[in-house]
Nanobody, 117 residues
Framework: QVQLVESGGGLVQPGGSLRLSCAAS????????MGWYRQAPGKQRDLVAD???????NYADSVKGRFTISRDNAKNTVYLQMNSLKPEDTAVYYC???????????WGQGTQVTVSS
């Protein structure tokens, strides 16, 4: 089994920044795509950004130009740098990773990001 642990969430004012981290641990041969999703109360869980093992990135339109996803394969860690945060970014942010050799999809427990003045 693989464990994903998110960190870095918190309360920030609009226009502020946060950097989320997600570290994977366990029996890992390799990690394919890693991504960040978010879910606000009463809403579905949506993709924020993802990144392949080779570094190809994809972003939701709502965060393009503000968020940057990156990863450190040696540390089995994915990051989400969030700048120019808006109240609409408020959500629980979940890390997701596809882990080989079994290509199982894993989720972290989530970290709360609240953007409010």
């Amino acid at each position: 089994q693989v464990q994903l642990v998110e960190s870095g969430g918190g309360l920030v004012q609009p226009g502020g920044s946060l950097r989320l981290s997600c570290a994977a641990s366990g029996r890992i041969i390799s990690i394919g795509r890693m991504g960040w999703y978010r879910q606000a109360p009463g809403k579905q869980r949506d993709l924020v950004a993802d990144i392949t093992s080779g570094g190809t990135t994809n972003y939701a339109d709502s965060v393009k130009g503000r968020f940057t996803i990156s990863r450190d394969n040696a540390k089995n860690t994915v990051y989400l740098q969030m700048n120019s945060l808006k109240p609409e970014d408020t959500a629980v942010y979940y890390c997701n990773a596809i882990v080989s050799p079994r290509y199982v999809n894993y989720w972290g427990q989530g970290t709360q990001v609240t953007v409010s003045s």
